[in-house]
């Protein structure tokens, strides 16, 4: 079946420091595919996506490119701020019109 | 506000004892879903709904039951809870399935002693 794998964590950076969280995907077909972040004690909300292969979305400098070739969707950011700290969930979306979500990965910026 | 409400925020209760969350949306989303997140397991599907009176099994659809009787509300139900059901449940609505951006509402941490 369809499945998301993501890098574990939980990840600590510095303030600056460049981020990249790793995410791979099995899925048939042609899945979109998104990252949601998730503040502490707040649901999920919506981060980047992209629907085709070669897409990049980008959303508050953070960005993902959909690799089919390598089936993956890493996150990436220049520089993280503090309020950058948050759980990081990887996504993918179906042709049977479900959802599969990687574990999260945590991350912590500090000053 | 465009929104996703689930009641309650909080619950505890004891086995058996049967229980609903309810969960309503003012985005006249046609698409729904449940989600349970536990450590280490992230998000996983319970129930979606692509319309009214249309709902499908996720991955993990054992214990609960969902209906879609009008197109803002999506209540989940446990008849019979059981502490492997102890979790925090999140609904979530988007104007269609797969491609398009989900709204979740706060989350509804459950324990089941």
């Known amino acids: 079946g369809d499945s998301v794998t993501q890098m574990e964590g939980p990840v600590t950076l510095s303030e600056e420091a460049f981020l990249t969280i790793n995410c791979t995907y099995t899925?048939?077909?042609?899945?979109?595919l998104f990252w949601y972040v998730q503040y502490p004690g707040e649901g999920l909300q919506l981060l980047l996506k992209?629907?085709?292969?070669?897409d990049k979305g980008s959303n508050k400098g953070f960005e993902a490119t959909y690799r089919k070739e390598t089936t993956s969707f890493h996150l990436e950011k220049g520089s993280v701020q503090v309020s950058d700290s948050a759980v990081y969930f990887c996504?993918?979306?179906?042709?049977?019109?479900?959802?599969?979500f990687g574990t999260g990965t945590s991350l912590t910026v500090i000053p | 506000e465009a929104q996703v409400t689930q009641n309650p925020r909080y619950l505890i209760t004891v086995t058996g004892k049967k229980l609903t969350v309810t969960c309503s949306q003012n985005?006249?989303?046609?698409?729904m879903s449940w989600y349970r997140q536990d450590p280490g397991l992230g998000l996983r599907q319970i129930y979606y709904?692509?319309?009214?009176?249309?709902?499908d099994k996720g991955d993990v659809p054992e214990g609960y039951k969902v209906s879609r009787k009008e197109k803002r509300n999506f209540p989940l139900i446990l008849e019979s809870p059981s502490p492997n059901q102890t979790s925090l449940y999140f609904c979530?609505?988007?104007?269609?399935?797969?491609?398009?951006?989900?709204?979740f509402g706060p989350g509804t941490r459950l324990t089941v002693t």
């Open positions: 985005m006249n989303h046609e698409y």
């Open positions: 996504a993918l979306s179906d042709l049977g019109n479900q959802f599969y």
């Open positions: 992209a629907t085709k292969a070669d």
């Open positions: 709904s692509m319309n009214v009176e249309v709902t």
């Open positions: 979530a609505s988007s104007l269609h399935a797969t491609s398009y951006e989900q709204y």
């Open positions: 899925a048939t077909g042609y899945p979109s």
